[in-house]
């Protein structure tokens, strides 16, 4: 026999053991003697909302369910409140709360095929809109040292939703008031350094300017592109002018911040208050920004003021 198909085969008898081995394996972690169903309730509930959440696990054999232990999603907080519903004499369940696990310990026998635990407990929900995966961890012996591993894991789900926008409409009209009062102190800034009139002279002559200059680059016309030029002094100067109010405001611009970050942000955190399609859930740290600026932009065009390009 030749060298090479002496390796051929060595290499196929060393994969075949190898997959009688996997499958050996796989099929001893996956023959628990344990099955189960479990049900959450509510299943959808509020952003940083404190909630009764209610469990339901089902024993679906053919072992008995004897300890469980719940794995926390992060971002609950306040979790207390532990109370096992009403059962039979028989099953004598204890519930506790470690660290970041629930843990239910039964009698020594456990229950058996088609019975049921129920229990109750208190959380406030997380600040961030999402759906939340509980880990439930179940185990024959009715013992809680061996739920670090557990036989068998199933998982249940709850959905964290933004249920009111009292939140988002409240940073809407306070971004709202800030712009109104933010551009009618730059109108009175204007009427101070410029005057209005003039000020509405000058921004639609450099309107114009603007418009001149970029259709002639576009027709390539370079005799109007020069005579474009000779008047750039003086829309500089209309510029210069006409900046002056905002240079003032831009000092006064700070209360936008002001309120964002030392307001606004410790009241709400990170607490989603809006959720937009494509975007996401958004909290008070992308929400404020939004509605400032386009607030902003909307009521300087109410008011006729409009930003001067340099």
């Known amino acids: 026999m030749k060298v090479q198909s002496k390796i051929a085969i060595i290499l196929l008898i060393t994969i075949m053991t190898l997959s009688v081995v996997s499958i050996?394996?796989?099929?001893?972690?996956?023959?628990?003697?344990?099955?189960?169903?479990?049900?959450?309730?509510?299943?959808?509930?509020?952003?940083?909302?404190?909630?009764?959440?209610?469990?339901s696990i089902a024993n679906a054999g053919p072992g008995n369910l004897g300890a469980v232990n719940i794995t926390i999603p992060s971002g609950?907080?306040?979790?207390?409140?532990?109370?096992?519903?009403?059962?039979s004499a028989s099953q004598g369940w204890n519930i506790s709360l470690v660290n970041n696990y629930i843990i239910l310990v039964g009698s020594n026998s456990g229950i058996a095929t088609g019975q049921n635990v129920s229990f109750s407990v208190d959380a406030t929900n997380p600040q961030v809109y999402g759906t939340y995966k509980w880990a439930i961890g179940l185990n024959e012996n009715a013992t809680a040292s061996v739920l670090s591993t557990p036989e068998t894991t199933i998982d249940v789900s709850?959905?964290?939703?933004?249920?009111?926008?009292?939140?988002?409409?409240?940073?809407?009209?306070?971004?709202?008031?800030?712009?109104?009062?933010?551009?009618?102190?730059?109108?009175t800034l204007i009427n101070y350094f410029v005057g209005w009139e003039q000020y509405r002279v000058m921004q639609k002559e450099m309107n114009e300017y603007r418009a001149e200059t970029m259709a002639a680059a576009r027709a390539n016309d370079k005799k109007q592109v020069e005579k474009l030029k000779k008047r750039q002094s003086q829309i500089n100067a209309?510029?210069?002018?006409m900046m002056k109010p905002q240079m003032v405001q831009f000092g006064i611009s700070f209360v936008y911040i002001i309120v964002w970050i030392f307001v606004l942000t410790p009241t709400y955190g990170t607490t989603s208050l809006v959720y937009i399609?494509?975007?996401?859930?958004l909290s008070v740290v992308y929400w404020y920004p939004i509605c400032s600026f386009?607030?902003?932009?909307?009521?300087?065009?109410?008011?006729?003021i409009m930003p001067i390009e340099p």
């Open 24 to 55: 050996f394996v796989a099929s001893a972690n996956a023959s628990g003697n344990l099955n189960a169903q479990a049900t959450i309730s509510p299943k959808n509930s509020g952003v940083d909302q404190a909630t009764t959440y209610t469990f």
């Open 158 to 187: 709850t959905s964290i939703v933004i249920n009111t926008i009292d939140a988002a409409l409240i940073i809407f009209a306070i971004a709202t008031g800030i712009a109104f009062i933010n551009t009618l102190i730059n109108r």
């Open 294 to 304: 386009f607030l902003g932009l909307l009521v300087s065009r109410i008011i006729g």
């Open 277 to 281: 399609p494509g975007i996401g859930p």
């Open 76 to 87: 609950y907080k306040k979790v207390n409140n532990l109370s096992i519903a009403p059962e």
């Open 238 to 241: 209309m510029q210069s002018k």
